[in-house]
């Protein structure tokens, strides 16, 4: 069975930096998708980063040049680096995993099967 647990979110001052972790269990395909997405109070969830197993990676506008999606395969550990917070960027944010998801899709919160419970972040201005 497939777990994937979260951690790292937290309360920052804008500009601040944080940095999320997802581990993941039970999840042996060699080939996979992995990504963050993120839920505002009253929003739909939406895709923040993707990335692959061969590390290609893809990121949503409103994040690029400030976040960094990256992973440890040694680990089973995805990692979400962000930098230069912005109040916008608060959040629930979760770990998202799929055996594959072709790339124009990688943001898209439906091609993915398995999903973290989330964590929090919070970015005061």
């Known amino acids: 069975q497939v777990q994937l647990v979260e951690s790292g979110g937290g309360s920052v001052q804008a500009g601040g930096s944080l940095r999320l972790s997802c581990a993941a269990y039970g999840y042996t395909y060699s080939t996979y998708c992995m990504a963050w997405f993120r839920q505002a109070p009253g929003k739909e969830r939406e895709g923040v980063a993707a990335?692959?197993?061969?590390?290609?990676?893809s990121y949503a506008d409103s994040v690029k040049g400030r976040f960094t999606i990256s992973q440890d395969n040694a680990k089973n550990t995805l990692y979400l680096q962000m930098n230069s917070l912005k109040p916008e960027d608060t959040a629930m944010y979760y770990c998202?995993?799929?055996?594959?998801?072709?790339?124009?899709?990688?943001?898209?919160?439906?091609?993915?099967?398995?999903w973290g419970q989330g964590t929090q972040v919070t970015v005061s201005s």
């Open positions: 990335i692959d197993s061969d590390a290609v990676v």
């Open positions: 998202a995993a799929s055996h594959w998801v072709g790339y124009p899709k990688r943001l898209g919160r439906y091609e993915y099967n398995y």
